[in-house]
């Protein structure tokens, strides 16, 4: 060790081809990219990693691949970097190892693989170069880790921000909702009074009054559920009998243009929910798919059991558990949601409509709702055809709903 000091360089025996023979069978087995080159930069061996990070496989049998197999190389920072100014070359001329080296492998068809290497010079028995040996990292995965822990750590801040703002809203819409009711007391003994003075327009003008007052009232409820500041009661609920209770308000709410059908599974399992929540819930989502259908058509809401496991359920949430599931779905074949704006549907206060026609909370609400009962909740929809929700709630017991007839008079689950 005394003729070979640290950070040297390794030095090879005398008998070279068996050292290459011998090297390159060992370095097949890593699992980390490996290659050498001799001393004139030339590569001579590598092994399957190495050519899967260059996303090839050089010839180097004529001696014209130098320093690495790489299409390219690129600086951490992605400027292009020379071959004979790169520190392969360098390494060659130092005699010097260089560790924990970032760069960026360029491949032909335009990828790049982020790598760190390791480049060690080969000495011979004098102490001559005689090559360089490079280890290099696929650093993809490493990247693809550190930017999962960054999104969960920056999704667990937004969380926190977002219970302290719940919090602190809660309080402040008790507080507006304790003037709203003083304001619709005040409102409701002044519509005598406007009535008997029989001036249409003030009539009009307290109508107005009263609308908004009603519908600000609206608004302060619904941030009192999304901030969670009320006590929940489960119940044990047949969904069938649900939605067929729900027939006439469902009905109402469609109107003349647009047909209402009920598909309800006769083995439909019961669920365990908050019955005001899980009616609210389903009404949000049949008013959404009325909008969505202005000029007619049809809304479907069926129930079915399902085995959701994560191999077949891939868009589950955190509290996702495998096991039995019944389903609530509400199809429309509405004007359907652009994809762009799909993925921001659960936001508070988004809302694809005009101004005035929605608050933007309620599918907001709806997922809020649904995670607390453990369930989950997934929208597919394509412009033009339509928009599909479904909810997700674990069975709850082994009883099934009883065979039940339609609104629309088919035998559910036709």
């Known amino acids: 060790m005394a003729d070979n000091p640290l950070g040297a360089g390794l030095r090879l025996p005398d008998d070279v081809p068996l050292v290459r023979k011998l090297g390159h069978e060992l370095i097949e087995f890593l699992p980390v990219g490996v290659y050498l080159c001799n001393a004139a930069g030339q590569l001579t061996t590598y092994n399957s990693k190495a050519a899967e990070i260059w996303g090839e496989a050089p010839d180097v049998s004529q001696g014209k691949v130098k320093y690495t197999g790489a299409y390219r190389l690129r600086s951490e920072d992605g400027a292009h970097m020379p071959l004979e100014q790169s520190p392969l070359a360098a390494v060659l001329l130092s005699k010097k190892p260089i560790t924990n080296l970032r760069m960026i492998v ?4 335009g990828s790049q693989v982020p790598i760190l290497a390791n480049i060690v010079p080969l000495l011979g028995k004098d102490g001559n170069m005689v090559g360089f040996m490079n280890s290099i990292q696929d650093l993809r995965q490493h990247a693809a880790q550190e930017q999962l822990q960054n999104n969960l750590h920056n999704a667990l801040l937004q969380a926190q921000k977002m219970e302290q703002i719940g919090k602190v809203g809660g309080g402040v819409v008790h507080e507006f909702t304790n003037q709203l009711t003083s304001l619709s007391m005040s409102l409701a003994l002044m519509e005598k009074e406007i009535h008997d003075a029989g001036s249409e327009q003030l009539q009009a003008r307290y109508a107005l009054c009263r609308e908004a007052t009603e ?9 009192l559920l999304f901030a969670r500041t009320r006590p929940r009661t ?12 729900m027939s006439t308000l469902v009905s109402n709410e469609a109107g ?5 059908q009920f598909s309800l599974a006769t083995d439909s399992s019961f669920l365990r929910a908050n019955r005001q929540h899980l009616e609210s819930a389903i009404i949000n989502l049949v008013t959404n798919a009325c909008a969505a259908m202005p000029d007619g058509g049809q809304l479907t809401l069926s129930t079915f059991n399902i ?5 077949n359920f891939p868009q589950h949430n ?3 558990k495998p096991g039995r599931y019944v389903v609530i779905r509400i199809e429309d074949t509405g004007t359907g949601i652009a994809p762009e704006a799909l993925e921001h549907i659960f936001a508070p206060f988004y809302t694809t409509r005009a101004i005035g026609k ?3 909370l309620g599918l907001t609400m709806v997922r809020s709702f649904v995670t607390d009962m453990n369930g989950q909740l997934t929208v597919t929809s394509r412009l033009g055809e339509g928009t599909s929700v479904s909810l997700y709630f674990p069975c709850y017991g082994t009883e099934h709903s009883l065979a039940i007839t339609g609104s629309d008079g088919t035998s559910a689950g036709e």
């Open 106 to 109: 360029e491949r032909r068809d």
């Open 215 to 223: 519908k600000v009232t609206q608004l302060a409820e619904g941030l």
């Open 234 to 245: 489960l119940e044990r609920i047949d969904p069938n009998q649900l939605l067929l209770g």
């Open 256 to 260: 003349q243009q647009i047909h209402c």
């Open 307 to 311: 085995h959701l496991d994560r191999s």
């Open 318 to 320: 955190a509290n996702f």
């Open 358 to 360: 929605s608050t933007g």
